[in-house]
């Protein structure tokens, strides 16, 4: 890890700890994590409920280790998670760092997407020393290649696709099943290989040629092919219209599915917890250190951090290298 001693006053006393955005599964594993390396280190911690709504409305709870038993198995976040529109506000982001300084908050750990890190940024330009921890389903966070919850939220749409698959294949159905993701068509890509599926539409590489879709199941059709399976990623979105055009251009029953809420929910997976465990306790860790606004990552197989503003200009695409992949495997 690399350290950087902290000089005395600006020893980090008490911390601040949020989830903020869409909640995803692995974010309590976080939280524990956070608390209990902060305890262990002598200092303490204010839980925020409700993210960044919360911290304008001081809606804190002192947190002990106690406070965090019985959550790592738990989906959702017991902090409670929100969007808050007064942070897209210039006075918002003061606001929050004046009730962090009201509060005796030093440093505060931010679990949460793309959004919550432009939050946290915005804090930070106020004097308040911040970590955040990618915490989304979408794994749309640009700095690292996990975020907490995307492992959960895929085996749960795999999972579902499986049962959809089940029934379309005895009714002999072309299948059209959307799954979550918002802009990226991560979880899209990995359940279309993983479910095997024979067309992936994801927004990063889908032409809206819908015309070839229907030309490549009239073909697979011809080939004696009874089961279509198409994910759709939810970015791309508008699958009952693609069901009816695909039905009326093919001749093939066709059905949409909509898997939704479903994948932000459940138990989360050994990989969510595992890892969230590790970014909580790291968070921590380096504000021990004296490390100042931060973003926690996972790149190239190691945990790290890096410069939060840095993180936040980051871009990201698909995996390239799955992409081309699943082009081989679908047909
Ligand atoms: P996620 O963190 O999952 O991407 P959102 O995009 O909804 O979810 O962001 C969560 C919250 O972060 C928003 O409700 C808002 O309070 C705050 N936020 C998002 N973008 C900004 C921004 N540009 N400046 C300040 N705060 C922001």
Not at 83 to 107: F, S, V
Not at 258 to 276: E, K, L, M
Not at 302 to 313: G, H, N, Q, W
Request: proline letters at 2%; charged letters at 30%; hydrophobic letters at 40%.
């Amino acid at each position: 890890m690399g350290l950087f001693k902290a000089k005395k006053e600006e020893e980090v006393r008490t911390i601040g700890v949020l989830t903020s955005g869409g909640d995803a599964p692995g974010m309590n594993a976080a939280v524990r994590a956070a608390v209990r390396t902060a305890v262990h280190a002598g200092m303490k911690v204010k839980g925020i409920r409700r993210g960044y709504s919360g911290l304008l409305e001081e809606d804190f709870i002192d947190m002990t280790t106690r406070s965090v038993s019985d959550i790592i198995q738990k989906g959702g976040t017991i902090l409670y998670t929100a969007r808050c529109p007064e942070m897209l506000r210039p006075e918002g982001p003061e606001k929050a760092a004046y009730i962090c300084r009201k509060n005796g908050i030093d440093a505060l750990v931010v679990i949460g997407g793309d959004g919550s890190y432009r939050g946290a940024l915005e804090i930070s330009k106020h004097g308040v020393n911040v970590v955040a921890i990618p915490g989304t389903i979408d794994l749309d966070v640009a700095s690292s290649d996990y975020t907490i919850g995307f492992d959960t939220a895929l085996n749960t749409a795999m999972e579902a696709i499986d049962r959809v698959r089940d029934t379309s294949a005895s009714h002999e159905r072309c299948s059209i099943i959307e799954v979550m993701g918002r802009k990226a068509g991560h979880i899209a890509l990995w359940c279309g290989i993983a479910n095997g599926a024979e067309e992936i539409l994801i927004p990063e590489r889908y032409d809206y040629e819908e015309q070839n879709i229907i030309d490549r199941i009239a073909e697979r059709k011809k080939l004696g092919k009874k089961l279509h399976i198409i994910i759709n990623a939810e970015g791309v979105g508008d699958s009952n219209g693609m069901a009816k055009r695909i039905e009326a251009a093919t001749g093939l029953e066709t059905r949409a599915t909509i898997i939704g809420y479903i994948q932000r929910g459940g138990s989360p997976t050994c990989r969510d917890r595992v890892f969230a465990s590790a970014m909580g306790a790291r968070a921590v860790d380096i504000l021990i250190a004296g490390a100042e606004n931060r973003a926690i990552c996972f790149r190239k197989g190691e945990f790290t951090d890096i410069d939060l503003a840095e993180a936040i200009a980051m871009k990201k695409d698909i995996d390239t290298e799955l992409w081309d992949i699943s082009r081989k495997l679908c047909r």
